[in-house]
């Protein structure tokens, strides 16, 4: 009598096992930078704070996912073209959703609602998507090469730097494969599972590739990350540490790069590790400050995005999960893309 094992024999290995792996890093991380933190000493330096600069920054931060919707309507213009506030209404429930759900839920989510809410198959939101993120990760690796011509890179920074540069360049290789080559792509992924959402996906691809609108999408990228700077840069001044502009832009570049693997809700650990990392560790701010500023950033980044996430959500009338769990149906073979969250 044969073993009733999934998979022809072979074990699967159990979900909540890459859970607790992301859940011992993050906890490791934290631990790693705070274990001998003087919690004590420290707290009255919060009450110095200089709180214009922390307007600005969530000002900023603001501008940062305004200006994000904004380069995604451009991408989507082949496609249907979408106003700008429901754009940036589906972004906002996909950070909150970051911020939420771990492995960065947000992203499916998010595509999700700009499918359904604009009647575009979530599978085409999806290849824009792709796009995004292969040319965040484009200029990633360029200011991380930048980066390590100027400093001496710890080693882990140094390793995912490169290891992000060969995914970037395999996964962008495949991206101008389906652009210029979209019928034998077609073939390609004829015989997949997921086969009908590939081939959406390699159409979408195609599409926005070709378009005009995809060389100002890439143009519109250097605005997105270079607002990213600024909140960076106000906190820093906020916190009265005295750094310049390209020395945020290195800050800004180690965290983007150690977040760039999903993890916990908020990317908690690997955020407060990276930061401090490259406050201390290559930029040569004192331990115990940069210790309490990674706090700092973390909490100026997450609450503002919960509070507008929920802002954001709430206008949608349903429930996080709620519309967790219709974005996985949706991505899933055979989906029907029309039905409202």
């Not at 972004?91 to 911020?99: D, H, K, R, S, T």
């Not at 004829?190 to 195609?206: D, I």
């Not at 500023?293 to 206008?315: E, H, Y």
Request: charged share 15%; aromatic share 12%; hydrophobic share 55%.
């Amino acid at each position: 009598m044969s073993s009733p094992v999934a998979g022809g024999g072979r074990r699967r290995i159990p979900s909540w096992v890459g859970s607790a792996f992301v859940w011992a890093i993050s906890v490791g991380c934290l631990l790693w930078v705070y274990h001998d933190f003087n919690w004590k000493a420290e707290l009255p330096r919060f009450r110095d704070i200089h709180w214009a600069w922390i307007v600005i920054a969530v000002c900023a931060d603001i501008l940062v996912y305004v200006s994000q919707a904004w380069r995604w309507n451009m991408l989507l213009s082949p496609i249907a073209r979408l106003p700008l506030w429901r754009t940036v209404q589906a972004i906002y429930v996909g950070l909150f959703a970051n911020e939420v759900l771990p492995f960065r839920s947000g992203e499916i989510i998010r595509c999700y609602l700009q499918g359904v809410w604009n009647r575009i198959p979530v599978s085409l939101v999806l290849s824009s998507a792709l796009i995004e993120r292969l040319v965040d990760g484009l200029w990633l690796v360029l200011g991380f090469t930048a980066i390590a011509a100027m400093l001496d890179l710890p080693q882990p920074v140094e390793y995912g730097g490169y290891g992000l540069a060969v995914i970037v360049l395999a996964l962008g290789g495949l991206v101008a494969f389906a652009v210029f080559n979209k019928r034998f792509a077609h073939h390609v992924v004829t015989r997949h599972r997921f086969s009908e959402v590939l081939r959406s996906v390699v159409e979408g691809v195609h599409v926005m590739g070709k378009s005009p609108s995809f060389g100002f999408s890439i143009l519109a990228s250097i605005v997105y990350l270079g607002l990213q700077l600024v909140p960076v840069y106000a906190m820093i001044r906020g916190y009265g540490v005295d750094l310049t502009i390209a020395d945020s832009a290195v800050v800004l570049v180690v965290i983007r790069l150690s977040t760039v693997i999903p993890g916990l809700p908020g990317n908690l650990g690997l955020f407060n590790a990276a930061a401090f990392t490259a406050l201390h560790n290559m930029l040569g701010v004192d331990s115990q400050t940069a210790k309490s500023l990674s706090a700092v950033m973390f909490f100026i980044v997450t609450v503002p995005l919960l509070i507008a996430g929920s802002i954001a959500l709430a206008a949608t009338g349903v429930k996080i999960k709620e519309v967790y769990a219709s974005a996985h149906r949706h991505t899933r073979p055979r989906a029907a893309y029309h039905e409202q969250p």
